[in-house]
């Protein structure tokens, strides 16, 4: 994700890297291409639309993108 390899150039894509690898289960071996891309999918929207994020005050990433564009 970085242009040297260090993550720490990249924080915030580690992080979410980290969260989809460990809470949806991509580090996991998947049978094909298309089964990944599935899965990737599924947990961008669970990870976007469903799960509640402390940096967004517990809101999700829509509801508070959302919520900072009506004002």
Do not use: W
């Not at 242009?3 to 969260?19: C, H, L, S």
């Not at 049978?31 to 669970?46: D, G, T």
């Not at 999700?60 to 009506?70: C, L, M």
């Amino acid at each position: 994700m970085t242009e040297n390899g260090d993550p720490y150039e990249n924080a915030i894509a580690e992080r979410v890297n980290g969260i989809l690898k460990d809470d949806f289960g991509l580090s996991e071996q998947l049978n094909n291409i298309s089964e990944a891309m599935h899965q990737a999918a599924q947990s961008i929207s669970i990870y976007n639309n469903s799960r509640p994020h402390l940096s967004c005050n517990m809101l999700t990433p829509v509801h508070a993108s959302a919520k900072r564009n009506q004002t």
